[in-house]
């Protein structure tokens, strides 16, 4: 196996920042042209990303391996192991043997393809997989014991639905079990948002709807144990996606929840939700917004954007939030686009207490970058792999790695912007009796008053029930038998209920 050197074009600037050093870095590997990533995670002190990469005559994909002290950088190509590698749902985690998985998909008509190296990324195995009467996309894996669990979406050959799909295989890449969960009608598109692995438990973040009825988006929480004997599934709907999920030492939920489809309280439209707080059971506690403006919100006073990417965990406590910026302002400082891409990008980084509170925030435009990774190093720095634009050694502008190392306060004054913290207000809690019911159900918990539209839907979204009354018995004899969802809508947002038609 032939070894790649070092970066042959590598900048690295240093900003002082009080006491902290932040140091910056470019990175073009081999001399490309341009780089950009695929996938990249950070794990015991390493960056491992997948990356493609253009030279005058030639693509090149690489995985690569950087130490902590960014100076460091192994690399191998992947189309020396198979040329038809596309990079489609790329992933990659480190196993226990201080190896490494990757799976990709690749020009053909296989679902993915496995690579397992070693520590020093020799190959040790590939494997293709075709798996019949579906095409699959897998998104996650995690390693536990003697298995590999790979987690994904995906739709049988007919067309007729649409599925959460698991398979695991043992430490050769030999398949020992596969089934289909949470399984939808075609018109669904379903997706993973995370697969979380405690000590006593799976948890899955699945996220989805219909494009023509936003009534029917989702985000549900499946927990298995480490066998895959299922638990339960939690189904909500409202406060959004659950993604980058950290379980609280006192057993409260934090997860990333931006991108929100759902209703947000009336009275404060301009804020959407960017981390929830949830109970043990996901019942939702509290959502926060960080910055002014806040997340994936355009302010035209500020004129910038914020999208929150990735949480991660401070090891003294709270949590840290990663995202990227689009735009210029003068509140921030950031200067008018400068980039002949007509693109304007910058990463910022968010440091908040157990209770949502924020306690400062950082800005950064070096090379325009969007985060595409970030986490801790055990010596507590942090570190956030981005792709930006810079130009190159030809004088050209192109895509570039970015890495950003910084320490545990990388906000320290001079820079940092405290901003408040706007929290959002909860829908009411309502319940349903009788349930099941054959005739009348009562909504009990919300006024009269209080009510501005009620809607019962059925299993495959559509609304059977609408109403603009203000009572609280709905008639429900002439649904036939099965399983609906009530949905009231106060001026607070769209709450939920569960509930069983049986005569």
């Excluded at 480190?94 to 993915?112: H, N, P, V, W």
């Excluded at 075609?186 to 989805?208: A, C, P, Q, R």
């Excluded at 549900?220 to 895959?228: A, C, G, K, T, V």
């Excluded at 950064?364 to 930006?388: E, K, Q, R, W």
Aim: glycine residues 6%; aromatic residues 12%; hydrophobic residues 35%.
């Amino acid at each position: 196996m032939r070894f790649l050197s070092l970066l042959l074009i590598s900048v690295c600037f240093i900003l002082n920042l009080s006491s902290q050093n932040i140091i910056r870095k470019s990175v073009w590997l081999e001399g490309a042209n341009s780089s950009i990533t695929s996938k990249c995670k950070i794990v015991d002190d390493e960056i491992l990303l997948i990356s493609f990469n253009n030279y005058a005559t030639k693509n090149e994909r690489y995985f690569s391996r950087i130490d902590s002290s960014l100076e460091n950088i192994t690399s191998i190509s992947l189309y020396n192991i198979d040329s038809l590698i596309i990079g489609g749902d790329i992933d990659i985690i480190k196993t226990t043997d201080e190896g490494y998985l990757m799976s990709t998909r690749i020009a053909s008509q296989i679902d993915f393809k496995l690579i397992k190296l070693d520590r020093n990324l020799e190959i040790e195995w590939t494997k293709d997989f075709d798996l019949a009467g579906k095409e699959i996309w897998i998104t996650n894996k995690i390693e536990i014991d003697s298995n590999f669990y790979f987690w994904g979406y995906g739709v049988n050959d007919e067309q007729t639905k649409t599925f959460i799909y698991y398979i695991t295989l043992d430490k050769q890449g030999n398949i020992q079990n596969e089934s289909e969960v949470l399984i939808k009608p075609n018109n669904y598109v379903i997706g993973i948002h995370d697969v979380v692995i405690t000590n006593e438990k799976l948890v899955i973040s699945v996220v989805g709807g219909t494009p023509s009825n936003s009534n029917n988006d989702f985000c549900d929480y499946i927990e298995f144990d480490h066998d895959l004997n299922f638990i339960r599934q939690i189904e909500t709907q409202g406060y959004g996606w659950g993604k980058n999920i950290q379980f609280n030492d006192d057993g409260r939920i934090f997860a990333i929840s931006n991108f929100n489809k759902f209703n947000y309280p009336n009275n404060q439209p301009f804020y959407h939700h960017m981390i929830k707080i949830m109970d043990s059971n996901f019942n939702h506690i509290s959502s926060h917004s960080f910055l002014n403006p806040p997340f994936y919100r355009f302010d035209p006073s500020a004129g910038v954007y914020n999208v929150g990417r990735y949480m991660f965990p401070d090891s003294r406590g709270g949590y840290y939030l990663t995202g990227d910026l689009y735009g210029s302002s003068q509140v921030f400082n950031i200067p008018p686009n400068t980039n002949q891409w007509d693109v304007y990008s910058g990463t910022s980084l968010v440091k908040f207490d157990d209770q949502g509170q924020e306690e400062w925030n950082f800005i950064d435009t070096f090379n325009y970058s969007t985060p595409v990774a970030a986490g801790t190093l055990s010596s507590g720095n942090i570190i956030i792999v981005g792709d930006g634009a810079a130009y190159n050694s030809d004088g050209n502008l192109s895509n570039v790695i970015t890495i950003h190392k910084m320490g545990k306060d990388a906000c320290e004054e001079p820079g940092c912007r405290i901003s408040d913290v706007k929290e959002i207000v909860s829908p009411p809690v309502f319940t349903l009796v009788p349930n099941p019911s054959s005739d009348l159900i009562r909504v009990e918990g919300i006024e009269p008053n209080d009510i501005l539209q009620i809607e019962i839907v059925n299993t495959i979204g559509q609304v059977m029930i609408n109403s603009n009354s203000k009572k609280q018995d709905i008639e429900i004899s002439n649904l036939q038998n099965g399983n609906y969802t009530l949905r009231v809508l106060t001026k607070n947002g769209w709450s939920s209920k569960a509930f069983i038609k049986m005569d």
